[in-house]
């Protein structure tokens, strides 16, 4: 799904009433708040914890082409790209973190999680596919500042007591990566 | 006449840059990692006149195809012509220097400019201008104002370098043994091509911190130690301090990192590719070390043996055995732009292929375990270099300087063998100290140090 999705700004969404959708799009909301919240105050192991175990996590790599050229905008899956990870990978990432030896988040980052423009996509046998606009703000040392800015296609299954991260797919609008490095989880 | 091409008068004398680096104590001066004036030095006499890596073949199948690359700070076209050949084109309109070409890639039938329209063809011409015969009233030589060209587009093995120098040595000569061996690593297991997506990122120091880093086997034990830790990558199985190899070339051409030994080589030279193969899968440390036969006539009887990094001068990192290719960009004294290529056999299984791409993904690249914690290093010894008391404080290439010595190996392969040094760095600074000195190709040649041999 590395194509903008369909918008619709008039669309009155079949299935579930008025209510309904409120109530599961509130629900979505706290959890993505929540899940942000926990990478913000460094709870990495916290975080796993609500990672299913097929999770797909991967940001391709974006690229500045011309309006003729827009097919070529986005690698493809199985191509290179900045993250392509499953459970076992990002089980890696926060081991990494918590070596105590991992220098460049020694001293820590800030980081800020910005979520919003939540648009629930679908709802599908207990999986609900969600996008939202992020801005990741990272700082760290004394005046280094970055972040990056994109768009996000989260998958959430239902489990007993709230939901699992199924599949979390990232899409900046930058093109060069303007950071020493990628060492924050999106 | 105002073309540009009076010279600038050096603000650093030859003598004085020469000083910068000692090769008999290893000392260097850091105000090479934060001289403004040596920076621009730098892209006169080191990008502008050098090889420069520009894309692999494979990047641009189709003509029209064009990828945007980097001579130094000069943007360049690649772009394959109408004659199927690959032409690097400055980007730069020859009316008032606009960037014709915006994108990173795509697919061109003609370069037009977005300022006033001159319009040109995949090899460069001037094909059209808006009021030529009006505004112009027809008194303007189209023949004349084509975009300015690499004088010299080379390549081998697939791999296309272009230099501004046309007094250059030819790219088989510039690459010397040593460099033909680190190419040839990247196609030791079969044609190769550039699996599609480079990383791109900025990190915030001195384009030959970075360069000098790839030699340095030294800092992965602790630098990396995080990764080794989360279980991506077994430190002993990689590492093998005791067992190094650095193979140094001409015009500053380098590969450091371990090395089989010559009795383990000696058994492999024995087996059949088949056996090899499987030999390879037997453990993590030979995967990318036992190679199929061929890589014996690109990489030499002796560079073969390498598991090391070897670095096209100036700033082409080869990685990964050869599976992945970094270029370092000069961004100012201060900034780098890294550019990761993911390069894999073309016949290669799909299934391998991938396990290839993943590993690149998740080692390199900024989002890499391996590579999290290397720019940090990089850009605080930068910073640190722009003090004005911390830059009186050299830096110390000390190790391993006066007890090793070159050995002759099969086809006069040179090679350092033993202990991990830092053998490939010296050289890398003394070479630089050469070219920044040597105000042409001519006076580089004259001046310029022989690879060493003997005691180093």
Not at chain 1, 71 to 77: H, N, Q, S, W, Y
Not at chain 2, 48 to 54: S, V, Y
């Amino acid at each position: 799904m590395d194509a903008a999705t369909e918008i619709r700004p008039n669309a009155r969404p079949a299935g579930p009433d008025l209510a309904e959708r409120m109530l599961l799009q509130y629900e979505v909301e706290q959890f993505l708040y929540a899940e942000a919240a926990l990478l913000d105050a460094r709870q990495y192991r916290e975080w796993l914890g609500l990672l299913a175990d097929d999770i797909h996590y991967w940001m391709p790599i974006r690229r500045t082409v011309t309006l003729s050229d827009l097919d070529l905008e986005f690698t493809k899956p199985g191509a290179m790209a900045y993250f392509d990870d499953d459970r076992g990978m990002l089980e890696m990432r926060v081991k990494k973190l918590e070596a105590g030896s991992a220098w460049s988040e020694d001293p820590p980052s800030r980081s800020r999680h910005f979520v919003s423009n939540v648009r629930i996509l679908e709802v599908a046998e207990g999986e609900i596919t969600v996008e939202v606009a992020f801005h990741l703000y990272r700082t760290r040392l004394n005046t280094e500042v970055g972040g990056w800015v994109g768009r996000r296609v989260d998958r959430l299954r239902r489990v007993e007591g709230g939901f699992r991260l199924a599949m979390r797919h990232i899409f900046l609008d930058q093109t060069v990566i303007p950071t020493t490095n990628m060492s924050t989880l999106f | 006449m105002a073309d540009g091409t009076q010279p600038i008068e050096a603000a650093w004398a030859a003598d004085a840059i020469r000083a910068l680096f000692d090769p008999k104590t290893g000392w260097l001066d850091r105000r090479v990692h934060s001289d403004a004036a040596l920076y621009q030095l730098e892209l006169e006499r080191i990008f502008a006149r050098g090889w420069n890596f520009m894309c692999h073949e494979s990047q641009l199948p189709n003509v029209g195809d064009y990828f945007i690359n980097y001579i130094g700070e000069d943007q360049v076209i690649c772009v394959r012509g109408e004659d199927g050949a690959i032409n690097v084109l400055l980007n730069t309109c020859r009316h008032r220097g606009n960037a014709l070409c915006r994108a990173e890639q795509g697919r061109a039938k003609s370069f037009v400019c977005s300022y006033h329209g001159w319009n040109y063809g995949l090899d460069g011409r001037l094909i059209g201008v808006p009021g030529q015969s009006t505004y112009y009233r027809g008194d303007l030589d189209r023949s004349r104002l084509g975009l300015v060209k690499a004088a010299k587009v080379e390549s081998y093995l697939g791999f296309y370098f272009a230099t501004m120098a046309g007094d250059a040595p030819s790219l088989h000569d510039y690459l010397g043994d040593v460099g033909r061996t680190g190419l040839g690593m990247v196609c030791a297991n079969g044609d190769v091509e550039v699996v599609d997506g480079i990383q791109k990122n900025v990190i915030d120091c001195n384009w030959k911190i970075a360069v000098d880093n790839l030699f340095d086997w030294y800092h992965v034990a602790y630098s990396h130690a995080s990764a080794g830790a989360a279980g991506i990558f077994d430190p002993a199985a990689i590492l093998h301090p005791k067992d190094q190899m650095v193979m140094l070339g001409d015009y500053g051409q380098a590969i450091g990192g371990p090395g089989l030994r010559k009795a383990e080589q000696a058994k492999i030279d024995r087996m059949s590719d088949a056996a090899r193969a499987a030999y390879a899968r037997s453990s993590e440390s030979l995967f990318p070390r036992v190679r199929p036969a061929m890589a014996r006539e690109l990489m030499g009887p002796e560079g073969v043996r390498s598991m090391g990094h070897p670095n096209i001068f100036p700033n082409l990192w080869i990685t990964l055995g050869g599976s992945q290719m970094c270029l370092r960009l000069p961004r100012g004294p201060s900034a780098t732009e890294l550019w990761w290529f993911t390069v894999v056999p073309k016949d290669m299984p799909a299934p391998l292929r991938q396990t290839v791409i993943r590993a690149a993904t998740h080692l390199f690249g900024p989002a890499g375990l391996l590579e999290q914690d290397d720019g940090e290093n990089w850009s605080q010894s930068t910073r640190a270099a722009s003090g004005f008391s911390s830059r009186k404080v050299g830096a110390a290439l000390l190790m391993g300087l006066g007890h090793d010595e070159v050995s002759v190996g099969e086809n006069g392969q040179r090679s350092i063998e033993g202990l991990v040094g830092e053998h490939a760095q010296r050289w890398f600074y003394r070479s630089w100290t050469e070219w920044v000195a040597a105000r042409d190709w001519a006076e580089l040649e004259a001046t310029r140090s022989p690879p060493p041999t003997g005691a180093v």
